[in-house]
């Protein structure tokens, strides 16, 4: 059945299934933008990098703080723009020479315009900000400012803007270090993902509709715990359903106790931590729990345990895999959602952007 059959359309839908597309259009633009070899040109070697969000875009962060680290070989954090803003003692204590890069799909989040305002007028640091929208505060007054106007999106939640402005992140990486097998990998990853995007909505609608969950759990390790965190607030998000997230091997210290025939646990793999994730796969199916499996090597063990499994493409380092992996708990909150009778593009208590009056 053609995708567009599949339900009414809706904005997040379409804006889910286009991330092909938009992951070649931000890589093509990349390509060309002179502020990414400006970043290079001033950025000193023994920086630390700190990457600067809010709710989806601090997931964002997580992720790609930890690509930073290992395509780069530097320091990299994630933190949520309010503990730059409350706690900067805490945020930015002991770090040397700090280069900031805030984070903001709409480049008007008030938390990331504060931050931003925060280093640059009080700390004097020069900030990159990556964002979707050029005339907003956030890309007009950063010091290095990149726009990926292709990942602009109409629904309330965040889905290709997360995607796309990660391989941003990561393609600035590669270009910090000349990579490029990596950039070959981050182009190469569109075409390479296209079949899943025929392949998996129509099996995952099938898949909530033959079951019903009282929790979800997501699980993973390094550069995919922020995939995790965006799985469980995409579910929470779409279909006001209770889900959290966790490093996969902290699943075992206690939250194990929610697992239950109406329990959803997912799971990212990763290939550093394969072996013991897989174990916890198995364990936790034998608790009882279904199960959601992504990952790009799928051995008899994981498909034996996995209830749903969607094998991402293998080729390329892990982390330029990342993007295409993003997508599948986006579109398990929309169907969720969508069966509960809710509008995916108005969700419950949400706007787009979180615009706040005044910040203490």
Same mark, same amino acid.
């Given at each position: 059945?053609? /995708?567009?059959?599949?339900?009414? *359309?809706?904005?997040?839908?379409? &804006? ?21 070899? $400006? ?10 990098? /700190? ?11 997580? +992720? ?18 309010? &503990? ?29 315009v504060k931050a931003r305002d925060y280093l640059e007028r009080e700390r004097g640091i020069p900030t990159i900000a990556i964002t979707c ?21 109409? %629904? ?21 270090? $000349? ?12 075409? @390479? ?43 929470? $998000? ?11 091997l902290e699943f075992r210290h206690g939250p194990k106790s929610i697992v239950s025939a109406k329990t959803l646990v997912g799971f990212f793999?990763?290939? @550093? ?6 174990d916890l796969l198995e364990e936790i199916k034998s608790l009882g729990a279904i199960t959601f499996v992504v990952t790009p090597r799928v051995? %008899? ?18 982390? %330029? ?5 993003? *997508? ?15 509008? *995916? ?5 949400? +706007? ?9």
């Amino acid at each position: 059945m053609p /995708l567009t059959q599949l339900e009414s *359309p809706t904005h997040m839908l379409r &804006e889910i299934l286009s991330q092909p597309e938009c992951w070649s259009e931000c890589i093509r633009q990349l390509e060309n933008d002179a502020v990414l070899h $400006e970043i290079a040109a001033n950025v000193p070697a023994d920086s630390e990098w /700190l990457f600067v969000g809010c709710g989806t875009s601090y997931y964002l962060a997580l +992720s790609a703080a930890a690509s930073f680290s290992v395509i780069t070989g530097t320091p990299a954090q994630a933190v949520p723009a309010s &503990e730059v803003l409350l706690f900067p003692h805490i945020a930015l204590a002991g770090r040397r020479r700090i280069v900031p890069v805030l984070i903001s799909r709409s480049g008007r989040t008030t938390e990331v315009v504060k931050a931003r305002d925060y280093l640059e007028r009080e700390r004097g640091i020069p900030t990159i900000a990556i964002t979707c929208a050029a005339d907003q505060s956030l890309a007009q007054t950063s010091h290095f400012p990149i726009v990926l106007s292709a990942a602009e999106e109409q %629904s309330t939640v965040m889905t290709r803007s997360f995607s796309s402005m990660l391989l941003g992140l990561q393609y600035l990486a590669a270009t910090l270090t $000349e990579n490029a097998d990596f950039k070959q990998a981050l182009k190469h990853l569109p075409r @390479a993902a296209e079949p899943l995007f025929r392949d998996i909505p129509p099996r995952l609608r099938d898949f909530v509709e033959r079951h019903d969950f009282d929790n979800y759990a997501f699980l993973g390790h390094g550069p995919f715990y922020g995939i995790a965190c965006e799985a469980a607030l995409k579910v929470m $998000e779409s279909s006001c359903s209770y889900a959290q997230s966790f490093h996969s091997l902290e699943f075992r210290h206690g939250p194990k106790s929610i697992v239950s025939a109406k329990t959803l646990v997912g799971f990212f793999l990763s290939d @550093a931590g394969y072996a013991a994730e897989v174990d916890l796969l198995e364990e936790i199916k034998s608790l009882g729990a279904i199960t959601f499996v992504v990952t790009p090597r799928v051995d %008899s063990r994981v498909r034996a345990r996995a209830d749903f499994l969607v094998e991402v493409p293998m080729d390329g380092p892990e982390c %330029s895999r990342l993007a295409g992996c993003i *997508p599948w708990g986006q579109l398990l909150g929309l169907y969720t959602g969508l069966k509960k009778g809710l509008n *995916p593009d108005s969700p419950r208590n949400l +706007s787009q952007v979180v615009i706040l009056n005044e910040i203490p």
